[in-house]
């Protein structure tokens, strides 16, 4: 029977979240369109992630070798050319990650096979894939087909798909023969690197002011930064803020910073990529302050402001200083 | 060193009100500020550090209209030496398969050592021109790339992952580098480099230079079809607090007493 592949994403022993949000999404599918779902793992002894993944696919394949170890595009990239060339899967789903976006595109080339990443959603019109991404930052989203195939892959958003749990299925789990042949010639895996932390930990605050692209310059970071500490918090932002040199990286919320859930989270100027969503969207209150009533920082907030923040900063700050001398 | 350097010309939308165009597969851009994209503007800036400290050429390739000469010019003011416009009316509708093919034919006669781009372009965000080129010139790639050190052969590069880590490669040259935006400092275009900029090369190749055939380029040589666009759904909106500036942070201030938080 044809198979739908979930390719498993690993790092340092431990399989990703993005793995389970796929399995869950390729659950639904495989029922309806009555494919067989099969879990793809590479590593290098992988026997206890395999027994996870096995709860929750029909089939694990596995490939252990020392050149899959940590990820490799390279490496990985021959290893599922064989493995598709030889299933023939209908739909292969890779996260759309820093290990998925090295990946995809090189394989779907190398295989002739439609690509689309960055997917929030996909589903079957017949036997032909449909999927929805976001474009222009989140302000806008398309429905697309791909070029018919016998073969596709997708590559979906992270932290888009809620995990479900299943009931364990109990999936065989079927040890392949490492491709592998010759060395792995053009890239080689040097070592992990931890960016230092910073002296402030971002993820301990009850309180976060986190500012964006919207403060236009490093000269309005005061501003703010006076907001924050009448609050009593901690400042935090976006990448724009970092990227520009304004704040240091340790004070960065999202996919490539940190993840926080304060019991505040006051967000300035920020427009709401889904990069920094995810790494907010679970605090107990949201409030945002931005003059774009589109900026999808609206669909994470509780309370929202479309308004520019030089106006209501100031205002909000005074207000705060008028209560604590009266209290 | 010789490097080419892929960039697009796309509209600043993150500050901007967008509106879908009566095609419903696109959005209204007559409003818009076009500006070279966001990651490229630092794959550009790479480039030219590079060729200050190791001589050799920068070449600046883009697929695009006319307007896109804005963007090769600024690239030319920063540093470039000689730009290239691939534009034909087949190329319309590419997607990212079809712009890396149109690329790929332009790119592949080239002497270049390394081929630098941005991780992903801002408007839609495929991330995916880059490393079909190289899949194409059958040479090796790395994304989402925060540092490059250029060593004899090859290039000692950190891809950033998610979390704070990040991961240390080396990577065979020639090769493509697709950056991360914050690799470094995008310098601001001199007047100086804008009088220079007019004399330098900017040539334009269309679908017959390249050697393309119709159906490789543009909608029929994509793999994705665009059915139609639409503003999201609003599943959780935030309660919006209207008023003055003073009227508003009364309300927030409210908000934030009724939890404690003030």
């Known amino acids: 029977?044809?198979?739908?592949?979930?390719?498993?994403?690993?790092?340092?022993?431990?399989?990703?979240?993005?793995?389970?949000?796929?399995?869950?999404?390729?659950?639904?599918?495989?029922?309806?369109?009555?494919?067989?779902?099969?879990?793809?793992?590479?590593?290098?002894?992988?026997?206890?992630?395999?027994?996870?993944?096995?709860?929750?696919?029909?089939?694990?394949?596995?490939v252990d070798d020392a050149r899959l170890k940590d990820f490799n595009a390279e490496a990985y990239q021959k290893v599922l050319s064989h493995l598709i060339s030889e299933h023939k899967p209908l739909l292969t789903l890779v996260g759309h990650t820093a290990f998925g976006i090295d990946l995809a595109p090189s394989l779907a080339t190398e295989l002739n096979v439609p690509l689309a990443t960055d997917c929030i959603d996909v589903d079957f019109e017949g036997e032909k894939p449909i999927v929805v991404r976001q474009v222009y930052g989140g302000k806008v989203n398309v429905k697309a087909s791909l070029r018919t195939s016998k073969s596709y892959i997708v590559t979906l958003r992270p932290a888009t798909f809620e995990v479900q749990e299943a009931k364990p299925l109990g999936g065989e789990i079927l040890e392949i023969p490492s491709p592998l042949k010759e060395d792995i010639p053009y890239k080689k895996f040097v070592e992990y690197y931890e960016t230092p932390a910073g002296e402030v930990d971002i993820t301990a605050a009850d309180i976060l002011v986190s500012v964006g692209r919207g403060i236009k310059d490093a000269e309005n970071l005061p501003m703010i930064q006076k907001l924050a500490e009448i609050l009593g918090a901690v400042l935090s932002c976006s990448r724009p803020i970092v990227d520009k040199g304004w704040l240091p990286s340790d004070r960065q919320v999202g996919t490539s910073g940190k993840t926080v859930k304060p019991k505040l989270y006051l967000a300035v100027g920020i427009s709401g990529a889904f990069q920094h969503v995810s790494g907010m969207k679970n605090s107990d209150l949201v409030i945002a302050i931005n003059k774009d009533s589109k900026a999808p920082i609206f669909r994470a907030a509780d309370y929202g402001v479309v308004e520019d923040l030089f106006k209501v900063v100031p205002a909000l700050t005074n207000k705060i200083l008028e209560v604590k001398k009266s209290s | 060193m010789d490097i080419i350097v892929c960039v697009k010309h796309v509209p600043e939308t993150a500050e901007a009100e967008i509106a879908i165009h009566s095609s419903g597969k696109g959005i209204k851009t007559e409003d818009l500020i076009f500006d070279i994209n966001e990651w490229d503007d630092y794959a550009i800036e790479e480039a030219i550090l590079m060729k200050e400290k190791l001589g050799g050429t920068v070449t600046v390739i883009t697929v695009g209209p006319e307007d896109a000469e804005k963007t090769l010019r600024k690239c030319l003011a920063k540093g470039a030496d000689k730009a290239i416009r691939l534009t034909d009316n087949a190329f319309e509708g590419s997607d990212a398969y079809a712009t890396a093919k149109i690329l790929h034919?332009?790119?592949?006669?080239?002497?270049?050592?390394?081929?630098?781009?941005?991780?992903?372009?801002?408007?839609?965000?495929?991330?995916?021109?880059?490393?079909?080129?190289?899949?194409?010139?059958?040479?090796?790639?790395?994304?989402?790339?925060?540092?490059?050190?250029?060593?004899?052969?090859?290039?000692?590069?950190?891809?950033?992952?998610?979390?704070?880590?990040?991961?240390?490669?080396?990577?065979?040259?020639?090769?493509?580098?697709?950056?991360?935006?914050?690799?470094?400092?995008?310098?601001?275009?001199?007047?100086?480099?804008?009088?220079?900029?007019?004399?330098?090369?900017?040539?334009?190749?269309?679908?017959?230079?390249?050697?393309?055939?119709?159906?490789?380029?543009?909608?029929?040589?994509?793999?994705?079809?665009?059915?139609?666009?639409?503003?999201?759904?609003?599943?959780?909106?935030?309660?919006?607090?209207?008023?003055?500036?003073?009227?508003?942070?009364?309300?927030?201030?409210?908000?934030?007493?009724?939890?404690?938080?003030?």
């Open chain 2, 105 to 262: 034919k332009a790119i592949k006669d080239l002497p270049f050592n390394l081929i630098l781009t941005g991780t992903q372009a801002s408007d839609d965000g495929y991330a995916q021109v880059g490393v079909i080129l190289a899949e194409l010139l059958g040479i090796p790639h790395a994304t989402m790339v925060k540092k490059i050190e250029l060593k004899e052969g090859f290039a000692r590069v950190n891809r950033e992952l998610e979390g704070g880590l990040e991961q240390v490669m080396e990577v065979k040259l020639p090769a493509m580098l697709a950056v991360q935006t914050g690799i470094n400092e995008p310098r601001y275009v001199s007047i100086m480099g804008i009088r220079k900029a007019r004399e330098k090369e900017l040539k334009v190749l269309g679908l017959g230079d390249l050697g393309l055939k119709e159906e490789e380029v543009g909608a029929s040589g994509s793999w994705i079809t665009v059915e139609g666009m639409f503003i999201p759904p609003v599943e959780k909106a935030a309660e919006i607090l209207t008023g003055g500036p003073d009227e508003i942070a009364a309300k927030i201030v409210e908000t934030l007493k009724a939890r404690g938080l003030v």
């Open chain 1, 1 to 62: 029977m044809t198979e739908l592949f979930v390719l498993a994403e690993h790092r340092r022993g431990e399989l990703r979240d993005v793995t389970f949000e796929m399995l869950t999404k390729a659950r639904g599918l495989s029922q309806k369109t009555n494919l067989d779902l099969t879990a793809v793992l590479l590593g290098q002894n992988v026997k206890e992630i395999a027994k996870k993944l096995a709860d929750q696919a029909k089939k694990v394949l596995v």
